[in-house]
């Protein structure tokens, strides 16, 4: 059982930063590619970052130069930095398997206000 537990959301000011984890069971962070993906009210749930399981990231065109997604394998947590927020940023953001293999936590919320 793939379990998957975000943390770290709040709200915080535009400009502002927050630093989202996601705790995983098993070793799933060390020999899976990762993802953090979030969900903003009314629209489909969207892809932010991931890494591979050799380290290799890729970022949405929306979050570069903002977000860094890193991990710590013995630790099986992936991280996610999220620098100069913005408004446009909220949402419920969640961490899963990259590509996604139906294994969803509860999502921690980030809302960011103007």
């Known amino acids: 059982q793939v379990q998957l537990v975000e943390s770290g959301g709040g709200l915080v000011q535009a400009g502002g930063s927050l630093r989202l984890s996601c705790a995983a069971s098993?070793?799933?962070?060390?020999?899976?590619?990762m993802g953090w993906y979030r969900q903003a009210p009314g629209k489909q749930r969207e892809l932010v970052a991931a890494?591979?399981?050799?380290?290799?990231?890729n970022y949405a065109d929306s979050v570069k130069g903002r977000f860094t997604i890193s991990r710590d394998n013995a630790k099986n947590t992936v991280y996610l930095q999220m620098n100069s927020l913005k408004p446009e940023d909220t949402a419920v953001y969640y961490c899963?398997?990259?590509?996604?293999?139906?294994?969803w936590g509860q999502g921690t919320q980030v809302t960011v206000s103007s």
């Open positions: 899963s398997h990259y590509p996604p293999q139906g294994y």
């Open positions: 098993g070793s799933i962070v060390s020999i899976n590619s």
């Open positions: 890494i591979t399981s050799g380290g290799s990231t």
